[in-house]
């Protein structure tokens, strides 16, 4: 039986593409004692993979080169040697960019799959969810009536924060990159406004869709969007720091005007932060999270291209802005 | 009976000069029913008060133009219709830069002589000495055995901030502009380290003397030192901004490396503060300070200059990193 995987073959210099992956096939990998053996089902892209293509430590160890990558999974359990997995268990795990993947049982999560579709695991009902999450409520604090601005609101983060703070009682602004994107936030989620960064003045929409300043920002891009948010800011706002993908790709330092004047002038707060900060919490997150999308006040989207083939396009896609919602590779069939 | 006064006649464009103040006489004020006329004894020149000169809105309303300046006062009552207070007492209040001031009362409190020198009521156990204080312990949080860095370390806050942290079990680093404020903070104050950023390269001391990182990073001055700072900042760090003082004279935008990125890889904070945010704990504050000083744990030094026809000199010295400790003017004799 056949295991194709994903390598890193060359640090990506600038925006990631296809020179920079290879498509390999071995023989499944057989287990050991205590393993399981796993076939993907979906592999989950996500921006912050980009760091970790550097060859530099960050918060999350650099991939190493001509190594398999590696990402959220959601896959199922084909052959156990460990107690705590059954043949058929659906899991999820940080996994192998892979047909198949071995673990110890130490790095996976089972999926109840009666709750909630599978995919996700990796999105609504997993990492993305639990960083919008933790973010959003543990940094930002939100109080009723307050203006909330997400930038990359269309994105997996980005779409969920915005639901939580209307369920919060917030006044809710997206910045988003595309008409479609823009639409979708306002007619289907509930956004309150949006901000087209693309074709829209970001400036001058922000003084108009934000009359009273802006409480908290949750930032997802960075760049000359967040330069204009945090010109609008309010005493004692909060600016939640998540992504920064317009920097990503820079192959020279990120400079622009200092904040630091700014938040002392506001006695505001910024707060960098992943979503391991909050590891001990994951599992309460994860239950009011489930809770919402089951009773409808979270609604999620997803991107699903097929074929682990083209998970580096999948990837790549993420810093064109292709994706409304969760981008996901389906590798296998459930 | 003569009342001298300064007024701000022209909005200082960078660096602020003597064509920027005026001193006028007048007579002396009469008071009305609850009111006390104060007699000055000591006037403090603060960095804040930069910002309070150029025409715009920030934390504190601008000073209006061909309007007596004020700030921090130390001063003796000489006449009093507020039975609250009585001639002879010694009150601290933000109050004008002249000889005499009218208070209604609301903006003064008594200070008790025989706790502190008078002196000290707009220094260490005044409005620096809380800002040190509640930046540094409240947004701060030090733990023992942490890693602080302070900038604009030889200053009336920056100096107290070292000590705090000293007396908390942290290894203290100090940045100041002079060899003599450097062996004052190493030798007297008990700073474990200290970086002359005029002649040290400010980047490879930082690296040698914050060997583990930098936990706690206290910010007065912004720039370029703060750059090479938060290079070298831990998981978790916390950046307490207190002033910019760097940036108060510039006239074009201050720019450099975004911070964010940054921040997010090390889950860092960063918070800016003014004394007012913590008002309510004022009085806790001036408690413990107060402590301290009469123990002999917190030191402090001061830099007078005699003479209000002098306080625009006074001022404009601080951005000339002329003074080490609290730069006070006295103007009358007890």
Redesign the interface.
Same mark, same amino acid.
């Given at each position: 039986m056949e295991n194709r995987s994903i390598l890193l073959v060359k640090r990506p210099e600038g925006m990631p593409n296809q020179d920079n992956f290879k498509l390999i096939t071995k023989d499944v990998p057989e287990i050991g004692d205590g393993e399981v053996l796993i076939r993907t089902i979906y592999l989950s892209v996500d921006p912050y993979m980009r /760091?970790r293509m550097n060859g530099v430590k960050? $918060?999350a160890d650099p991939f190493e080169l001509n190594e398999v990558l590696s990402g959220g999974v959601v896959g199922k359990v084909v052959e156990s040697r460990n107690e705590k997995f059954q043949i058929g268990d659906i899991i999820e795990g940080r996994l192998s960019w892979a047909d198949y993947a071995v673990s110890k049982g130490d790095n996976i999560r089972k999926i109840d799959p009666s709750l909630a579709p599978i995919s996700t695991a990796v999105g609504v009902v997993g990492m993305p969810g639990l960083t919008a999450y933790f973010g959003f409520l543990d940094i930002g604090k939100p109080k009723q009536g307050e203006t909330v601005v997400v930038s990359g609101a269309a994105g997996a983060v980005g779409s969920t924060v915005g639901q939580i703070a209307k369920i919060k009682g917030c006044y809710v602004v997206g910045i988003a990159g595309t008409a479609e994107k823009c639409k979708y936030l306002k007619e289907e989620l509930g956004f309150d406004q949006v901000i087209n960064y693309k074709t829209d003045n970001v400036k001058q929409k922000l003084k108009e869709h934000c009359p009273n300043g802006v409480d908290i920002y949750f930032?997802n891009v960075?760049?000359e969007i !967040?330069d204009a948010v945090i010109r609008r800011i309010n $005493?004692?706002s909060r600016i939640i720091?998540? /992504?920064?993908i317009s *920097?990503y790709n820079l192959q020279s #330092?990120? !400079?622009?005007?200092?904040?630091? /004047?700014?938040? #002392?002038?506001? !006695? *505001?707060?910024?707060? /960098?932060?992943?979503v391991g900060?909050f590891a001990k919490q994951h599992r309460e997150g994860l239950k009011q999270l489930g809770q919402w999308v089951s009773e409808g006040s979270i609604k999620y989207r997803e991107n699903v291209i097929e074929g682990l083939e083209n998970t580096p396009d999948a990837f790549i896609g993420l810093f064109r802005g292709e994706n409304t919602g969760k981008q996901l590779v389906k590798v296998n069939n459930e």
């Open positions: /760091g960050t $918060y930032d960075g760049g !967040s $005493y004692q720091l998540c /992504g920064q *920097a #330092i990120d !400079s622009g005007p200092r904040v630091q /004047g700014q938040l #002392i002038q506001k !006695s *505001a707060l910024m707060q /960098g932060f992943i900060d």
